[in-house]
């Protein structure tokens, strides 16, 4: 913020008296703290009583926040057009909240042997070992360790997803090894980090003094909830989760129960996520703008 204020600045103090700059320099040291430093989040969470909403104050130094499985391609064509359709607005919140000093873990999982030896990865690598509060999930699933829904925290998902989500009208999509890489529209810049491993990303917030994880990316279903380094894991962990909700997608056939469409679906589980595991809130509050929604979404 201060580099950008120095040419206004040194316009200012040519044309105005001098106790006037000092004025104005002390109004924008203030402003520039207040935008740099805290993220304002109106968290909304849910309980038996209901969904409430409340602001909370994020430092920005001390929050990461980790892309799930944004992957170049799936095997089911629409989750893949609608991961396209949500990188770029993904990749300008992304872009915003690193401006803002805070720290973007890429975790693309099951292929980051596509960015080995590149500097985000070997940061990852490279961390130092810290010992974590919980024993890290160690069951794999997927290419990962694997953190199950947990029979103590939360029922069984409000969708079933049981024939992996295929949303195809019509003819439905083969399950396949499709994806090789993060899809290339989210740009990784060189103080990011890249891992899918959950002691890596343990090691990179402890580095950093991470306290606050936002996760977005997907599929909220499985792996945004399951991931090493995804929600399931990081409230084990004990820090402060959220969920960027409008940043997220899920696996979701609308042939299957509870029989509402495929974003009413996603809804549903940002809803049972509030309810069992952590707080939402939309990219708004990083960009200011609407929250993004997609295309196809037309209710
Ligand atoms: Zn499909």
Redesign the pocket.
Known sequence: MQIQFRPLIATLRRILPFSCVGVLLLAMNICASAADGVLQLKLRSRDASGVSEKTAAWNTGKTALIICDMWDDH?????ARRVTEMAGPLNEVVKQARARGIFIIHAPSSVTAFYKDIPQRRRAQSAPFAKTPVPLANVERWGTAWCWTDPKRENVLPIDDSDMG???VGE??TIREAWTRQISTIALAPEDALTDNGQETWNLLTERGIENVILCGVHLNMCVLGRPFAIRQQVYLGKKVSLMRDMTDTMYNPERPPGVDHFTGTDLVVQHVERHWCPSFTSSDITGKPAFRFKEDKR
């Open positions: 095997w089911c064509k629409s989750a295929c949303s195809c439905k999509c």
